[in-house]
């Protein structure tokens, strides 16, 4: 019998072995199942043309439709990703804002309330470009609080961001033009007496202060920091403009004393303030907001000659914003504390003011300090402790080869030769070699008898000049005024008694030298005079064109203050004697020591400031 089973073995090629495969299934219409149980291809077998065909390609309608629906979405998607991305440029600039502000805040907690002055120094017209900050205030932003380059520079406007605005140089001032503009602590634009005469306020209900100087001020205006936003002329050609959709500012920040930060629209965008050259005119805009303090006025500037389209020359009779005669700060006074100081010699360097002073500790140190604007000091540091008795009066050069310092050692015993002028060098300004005595009192009979003080210092022609005080026989002796010379500031000749009291006025019973400055062929000597009769001490200046030969003015350059004021003692004396003069741009400014016998500074000397156009006022 034949048997219907096998197996195909190894080696098999069919039904036992006969190498015939068996018929598939699907003849008879039923789809086969294969060994892992998937279908098999159901027109497998037949001709090609009987299958159907599936090229995977789109047609001309489908290709439109999707072409159409890309459209769509980029119609909807492209405005709403610059939407976007216009917000978060809006956030991060409210960011940097926000932290520009904490710094100004935190600036003034530690300053009696007192806003940062980062306008840039020297004359009234370059500080009211409000998005110049000197470059002293920049640096000390950035190592002291933290602000960061891109910090100072709108995101929406990167371009603005250049080395030449980082590192911005006028008329020999160094500035840094950035993207935002600071209006605090400015006093060219806060206080009308300060303002130049073509600046004025459109709207009459504006009053002093405009802009605030301190954080306890209510202003007519309490914007701290805005998006600068600027054009040129008439045709709205953009100086800077942060924040612009169409070709025109969308908006802009602006940051307020009350620590808030605030976007304002487009339509509520007004002009403030226009810089004018002639023909040349720059635009400031900002915002209108309304409320308590927020009310803002236009300011308009005008102006004829200079050289920049950004500021001018000198408007009407005088510089503006400078007064014509001596004014003492509304900030003094200017460097005070739980100790004594006075005795200030101050140099403007690369825009930084620095001061070296006298201190009492109780001791008498000389220390150091220095100060971006000349108003706001960092904490006196001591660079020279005491070797005797008391140090002071300290008189700082700057020449080719470091600084030089020559300044009063008392050894506190009350007898002739007590008091000497001892000599020192530094590189730095700040770490001090002492050389010991350069100069000491005189023989017996002589003016400088029992002692020689006050040194005040100038090089010319490669020719060191001192005027020194001196004093003579006997502790109440009249002191004088002497003038020595010198090859190399250690070995003096003294030369001649220059001035002395003369019996009356505010200098009837002594003089003594409180600072020297030279300004093309004339010598100012500043000086302290002291009249008994009134128990005062008040500066007074003489001039002279060969440092010899001096006349006296009549009447003092610096009066005592108030009651409640620091200067109401004396203005110089002691420890609080010593004036120093630094010329920046148009502007002179005078530092000094001062005496309170009264109110709260009572029993100390402090150092204030004072500001003119000319160290003595022409009639």
């Given at each position: ?429 700040v770490s001090w070699t002492q050389h010991g005595a350069v100069m000491s009192s005189g023989a017996a009979g002589s003016p400088d008898e029992y002692g020689i003080h006050n040194p005040e210092v100038v090089k010319e022609d490669g020719v060191y000049k001192m005027w020194y005080g001196g004093t003579g026989t006997g502790a ?76 006296r003015q009549d009447d003092p350059l610096l009066p005592t203050g108030g009651p409640n004021d620091f200067d109401n003692g004396m203005i110089g004396y002691s420890v609080c004697d010593g004036v120093s003069v630094v010329r920046v741009g148009d502007e002179y400014k005078m530092w000094y020591g001062a005496y309170a016998n ?22």
């Amino acid at each position: 019998m034949r048997s219907t089973t096998g197996s195909v073995g190894k080696g098999s090629t069919g039904i036992g072995g006969t190498g015939i495969l068996p018929v598939s299934s699907s003849c008879t219409g039923v789809p086969p199942v294969s060994s892992d149980r998937r279908p098999c291809d159901p027109w497998a077998g037949r001709p090609c043309h009987q299958r159907p065909c599936h090229t995977g390609a789109f047609t001309l309608i489908e290709l439109m439709i999707v072409v159409a629906i890309l459209g769509l979405l980029v119609t909807i998607l492209v405005p709403a990703f610059l939407a976007w991305q216009r917000q978060a440029c809006i956030a991060k600039c409210q960011s940097n804002m926000k932290s520009l502000l904490e710094m100004t805040i935190g600036h003034a907690t530690n300053n009696r309330g007192r806003l940062p002055e980062m306008a840039a120094a020297g004359k009234a017209e370059d500080a009211i470009n409000p998005h110049w900050i000197n470059r002293a205030w920049r640096d000390q932003m950035i190592d002291k609080w933290g602000v960061t380059r891109e910090m100072l520079y709108c995101p929406s406007n990167t371009a603005f961001d250049r080395d030449e605005h980082w590192d911005f140089t006028y008329e020999g001032q160094p500035y840094a033009m950035i993207g935002y503009c600071y209006f605090g602590n400015n006093r060219y634009l806060s206080r009308a007496g300060d303002r130049p005469v073509a600046l004025n306020y459109l709207d009459d209900q504006v009053g002093d202060p405009a802009f605030s100087r301190r954080m306890t001020q209510m202003p007519s205006y309490d914007v701290v920091w805005a998006d600068a936003c600027i054009s040129r002329g008439n045709d709205v050609a953009w100086i800077v403009a942060n924040h612009l959709d169409g070709g025109q500012p969308e908006g802009l920040n602006q940051a307020y004393l009350d620590g808030s930060v605030q976007w304002v629209p487009r339509e509520d965008i007004r002009e403030v303030m226009t810089l004018a050259n002639g023909a040349d005119k720059a635009t400031v805009f900002f915002g209108d907001i309304t409320g308590p303090g927020r009310g803002l006025a236009d300011i308009e500037l005008a102006s004829a000659g200079g050289s920049s389209g950004y500021g001018s020359e000198i408007w009407g009779q005088g510089t503006p914003g400078i007064p014509e005669d001596w004014a003492k700060s509304p900030e003094n006074p200017v460097l005070t504390g739980p100790v004594s100081y006075g005795n200030p010699c101050v140099i403007f360097e690369n825009g930084v003011y620095k001061m070296w002073l006298c201190g009492d500790t109780p001791s008498r140190d000389i220390f150091y300090c220095t100060s971006p604007d000349g108003e706001n000091w960092s904490d006196p540091q001591v660079v020279i402790p005491r070797t005797s008795w008391a140090m002071r009066d300290p008189c700082v050069i700057k020449d080719d080869d470091g600084y030089k310092m020559w300044y009063t050692a008392h050894d506190g015993s009350g007898q002739p030769g007590g008091t000497r002028v001892e000599y020192a060098t530094s590189d730095d300004g700040v770490s001090w070699t002492q050389h010991g005595a350069v100069m000491s009192s005189g023989a017996a009979g002589s003016p400088d008898e029992y002692g020689i003080h006050n040194p005040e210092v100038v090089k010319e022609d490669g020719v060191y000049k001192m005027w020194y005080g001196g004093t003579g026989t006997g502790a109440n002796a009249p002191s004088t005024i002497s003038y020595a010379t010198s090859a190399d500031g250690v070995a003096w000749n003294k030369q001649q008694v220059v001035m002395e009291s003369d019996g009356s006025g505010f200098d009837a019973a002594q003089v003594f030298p409180g600072g020297m400055y030279k300004e093309d062929d004339t010598y100012y000597l500043m000086y302290h005079g002291y009249d008994a009769a009134n128990s005062k001490v008040q500066m007074g200046v003489a001039t002279s064109n060969d440092g010899i030969n001096f006349t006296r003015q009549d009447d003092p350059l610096l009066p005592t203050g108030g009651p409640n004021d620091f200067d109401n003692g004396m203005i110089g004396y002691s420890v609080c004697d010593g004036v120093s003069v630094v010329r920046v741009g148009d502007e002179y400014k005078m530092w000094y020591g001062a005496y309170a016998n009264q109110g709260q500074y009572a029993g100390k000397s402090s150092i204030g400031l004072a500001r003119s156009q000319q160290i003595i006022k022409e009639d």
